[in-house]
């Protein structure tokens, strides 16, 4: 979608965009929804990667356009986050399972994203060792018993993280955050804005945005299947390792989480195919 040839500055397109940049909002907090995916999707991702790597040269040309974007990413962002926080707090497991019914409803979604510029051998090699190395970091954690601790350390983690779900497309932060215990603190403090978790959060995704945009926007350019499907890969290991396996113990437990799947898968497929219905117009 080359909007930027589109004769701008309507109130409707204006209006567009904020819309675009909601659901970014919400797919860069909500998990199994990637924010980059979205801007890929919408055409906004290589405007804003271009903006990101050179702010100075093209400030000008690229910020005027992305300001609607931004608004809307910041509404659909923050109007989410108390929801979150309240689910995930009162009926953990249902919620941890509407999140990999959203995640595995993208797959397909990622799948077709990363075979754009074609497939080699070398793509699903990418794939199946970035699985493994995040399969191995997870399963040696919780072998280790190694308790995660919130504290300033982690929530810069989590900004880092934040901040690589929108420059990496199909990486959403919550797949990493959610096995280590810590997608649900961070949510909750960016609902009621506590500035013990925001200001770290919000360090660490300034500080990954400098210095990886240029080489993430790089990596794309250059070696955009290979880098795609080693995200997929990542996406899948993280998936597996936040399932809530006591949560199917009982019978009666393993039905809701079964359609808290099922609900999420289709939610997932909804959205993609009112996305392609957009990139098409």
Known sequence: MNQS????GSPLQFLFRILQG??????????????????????????IMELL????KNFKTHVPPLIPVAIGGAIGFLGVANILSFFLEKYPDPSVCVFIGLITGMLPSLFREAGEQGRSKGSY????????????????????SVEVTPNFFWYLFCGF??????????????T???????YTPFVDGIGHFDLQILIPGGIGALVTIICLAKAVNALFDNFYSLAFHG?????????????????????????????????????ALALDKFNSKVKVE
């Open 53 to 56: 790597s050179n702010p100075f």
């Open 176 to 182: 990493l955050l959610m096995p280590l215990g810590l």
């Open 22 to 47: 909601a659901l970014i909002g919400l797919g860069a907090v909500l998990p199994g929804i990637s924010g980059g995916v979205l801007s890929v999707i919408f055409g906004i991702y290589k405007p």
């Open 231 to 267: 995200i997929i890969g990542i996406v899948i290991a993280a998936t597996v390792m936040t399932i809530p396996f006591s949560g199917f113990a009982s019978a009666g437990g393993a039905v809701v989480n079964l359609i808290c799947i099922a609900v999420g898968i289709v939610i």
């Open 161 to 174: 993280c934040l901040a690589l779900s929108l420059i990496a497309p199909g990486m959403s932060f919550s």
């Open 125 to 144: 090699i990418s794939m199946v060792i970035c699985m493994a190395v995040i399969f191995a970091i997870l399963i040696g954690l919780r072998m280790l």
């Open 5 to 8: 040839k589109k004769k701008g």
